[in-house]
């Protein structure tokens, strides 16, 4: 099984900064890819960004140039640093991660999600 943790979320004014951690354990033998996404109240869940294991990572329109995703793959570890904060972007914070794991017949791919951690943006 493969845990995947998120931590970092909070309230802060418009045009303030967060950064968001997620953290991959477990029975895994490699990270494939890590993305964050997110869901507002009354939406359906949209990417922010995405790394894969090459090193290109993707944003959404909506916050490039303002958030920036990075990995530790030591670590097994990605963050989100969230800059110039605006209200539409309170959402739940979900980590995606699509993992190659262990299992008696050999080995397969999973994707699996965190529990979402909280950003509110208001004044």
């Known amino acids: 099984q493969v845990q995947v943790v998120e931590s970092g979320g909070g309230f802060v004014q418009p045009g303030g900064s967060l950064r968001l951690s997620c953290a991959v354990s477990?029975?895994?033998?490699?990270?494939?890819?890590m993305g964050w996404y997110r869901q507002a109240p009354g939406k359906q869940r949209e990417l922010v960004a995405i790394?894969?294991?090459?090193?290109?990572?993707d944003y959404s329109d909506s916050v490039k140039g303002r958030f920036t995703m990075s990995r530790d793959n030591a670590k097994n570890t990605a963050y989100l640093q969230l800059n110039s904060l605006k209200s539409e972007d309170t959402a739940v914070y979900y980590c995606?991660?699509?993992?190659?794991?262990?299992?008696?017949?050999?080995?397969?791919?999973?994707?699996?999600w965190g529990q979402g951690t909280q950003v509110t943006v208001s004044s």
């Open positions: 477990g029975n895994l033998i490699s990270i494939n890819s």
């Open positions: 790394s894969i294991t090459d090193g290109n990572t």
């Open positions: 995606n991660t699509e993992v190659w794991e262990k299992t008696s017949y050999g080995k397969r791919t999973r994707t699996y």
